[in-house]
């Protein structure tokens, strides 16, 4: 592979076949140092060559280079990085090669950057809605204004943050830019920074995914860290305050998670549609297919097959009571006219209508979901360590194990199942919980849940299945 990633070949860059001859990366290069051509389809800059290079540094390759556009491959942190792609103006070249060194990172916690030297940190922002809408928060913010243009800051004057605007967007008139001022740091929504969008964005032709982002400098260095989490409180109270006082609903933007390589594949989908043959509660079915259109919010998903789970508890519950009526009743031993066994069949009423939801999860996963099955799900998948205590979901004490033979697989799955959803609806303050943290949406532990919410979907299936053969 060549100097500027797999796939591009020398002919792509240059003319005179000497890419393999570029001058060294000089950390000082700057604007006035450089005596560039015009940039023109076939040749780079030095100042390009020398960008190109760095990017290098952090997984990202040039693609192709057209006569406005540096085009370059996204963050390897995204799933879809081969097939996407971010272009920068030639003409911003080199504001990003002067951001590159200022030694920029990308952010652990968030899709954006972070500048240690002066306390930077810049968060990619999307639309707090199921699905993007590109220009949504362009338009919404470039509506609004500051109301504290009075406090002086040097970001107002020449010493601007650096933001992009994008050909596509023609619904705002102006690119937008709010910039606020703080006692401790200042804080500006607007267009991407070349180094942002460079690094964290992604896209296919002209428009990106993200074309709003979220600077926060505290004009100080710090760790980076330190950077991120003194700006959480900020992020979290700028986006609630824009909810509630704007009207613009905006969420930052996350990496995909480390568990988002998923080795499950369900079963091959059956190409004949027949006439429809599974009898099916409408509360029920409505509850099935919203859990397969929250994908984007993964605590619902789960809590919503949790509900059709839930709807089959009585059932379950009373089924159970009833063979344990009929058990006692077929005892040749019985006597109707001992209190004794009178009293053993008033306290299997009385249990079963006391029974505590953990209990009756229990009882329906172990009478309503074929064992077999529930093995193959854990035994035929690569699930790697996220169904142990050390695996990425917190308060799990027990590892899933379908070779213990002291604890039922249907009673460790139940416990796990139970707690995700206790985690899910019940506040922090809750005393109950309190020694576990409550699972919040939008969170890495959250974006980390599918694999419980393939599971909580194959039990939903196994039960409604069970349910009707039953009930036949």
């Known amino acids: 592979m060549n100097e500027l990633g797999a796939g591009m070949a020398s002919s792509d860059i ?4 000497t890419d393999g001859d570029w001058p060294d990366v000089d950390e000082d290069m700057t604007e006035e140092s450089i005596t560039d051509p015009k940039p023109t ?5 030095d100042l390009e060559k020398n960008l190109i290079r760095k990017l290098t540094s952090h997984g990202i390759d040039c693609k192709k ?42 952010s652990s916690r968030w899709a954006g950057i972070a500048i240690e030297s002066t306390g930077y940190l810049e968060i990619l922002l999307r639309p707090n809605t199921q699905s993007v809408i590109r220009d949504l928060l362009a338009r919404s913010f470039g509506r609004l204004i500051a109301d504290d243009f009075e406090i002086h800051c040097k970001h107002r004057g020449d010493d601007q943050f650096l933001s992009l605007s994008f050909p596509g967007l023609k619904t705002v008139a102006e690119p937008f830019r709010l910039h606020l001022a ?3 740091c200042c804080i500006e929504l607007s267009g991407p920074s070349p180094a942002c969008h460079v690094l964290a964005n992604e896209g296919y032709t002209h428009r990106p995914r993200y074309l709003a982002s979220l600077k926060v400098e505290f004009d100080q260095e710090m760790p980076i860290h330190d950077i991120e989490a003194e700006a959480e409180s900020i992020i979290n109270s700028l986006t609630y305050e824009l909810d509630v006082r704007n009207n613009v609903k905006a969420r930052v933007v996350r990496w995909p998670s ?13 190409r004949v549609v027949r006439f429809p043959q599974t009898k099916i509660d409408p509360e029920v079915s409505v509850l099935f297919g919203f859990a397969g259109s929250a994908s984007g919010n993964p605590p619902l998903s789960f809590l919503s097959y949790y509900q059709v789970l839930e709807s089959f508890f009585p059932f379950a519950t009373r089924q159970s009571a009833i063979r344990k009526l009929e ?21 299997v009423g009385e249990n079963a209508a006391a029974e505590p939801e953990s209990t ?3 009882i329906l996963l172990e009478e309503f979901v074929r064992e077999a099955k529930l093995v193959e799900f854990f035994s035929e998948n690569d699930w790697g360590k996220h169904f142990s205590k050390n695996g990425p979901i917190q308060g799990m004490s027990e590892n899933i194990n379908p070779e213990n033979r002291t604890k039922l697989l249907s009673h460790q799955v139940a416990d796990r199942v139970y707690k995700i959803r206790n985690r899910i609806v019940h506040a922090k303050d809750d005393p109950k919980f309190e020694s576990v943290p409550a699972l919040l949406p939008q969170s890495e532990e959250a974006e980390a849940l599918w694999p419980d919410i393939e599971l909580v979907r194959f039990l939903a299936f196994e039960v409604i299945l069970s349910a009707q053969a039953r009930s036949k």
Do not use: C
């Open 258 to 270: 480390k568990s988002g390589n998923r080795p499950y594949r369900r079963t091959r989908a059956n």
């Open 65 to 106: 280079i057209e006569r406005g556009y540096l085009v370059f491959s996204t963050n390897p942190k995204w799933d879809d990085s081969i097939s996407s792609e971010t272009r920068l103006p030639r003409d911003r070249a080199t504001e990003l090669f002067e951001q590159l060194n200022n030694k920029v990172r990308t």
């Open 41 to 45: 389809p076939d040749t780079l800059t």
């Open 182 to 184: 703080g006692p401790h």
């Open 327 to 347: 058990l006692e009743l077929s005892d040749p031993r019985f006597d109707r006219r001992d209190d004794k066994y009178l009293m053993r069949l008033l306290s």
């Open 360 to 362: 009756q999860l229990r």
């Open 14 to 17: 240059t003319n005179d076949g």
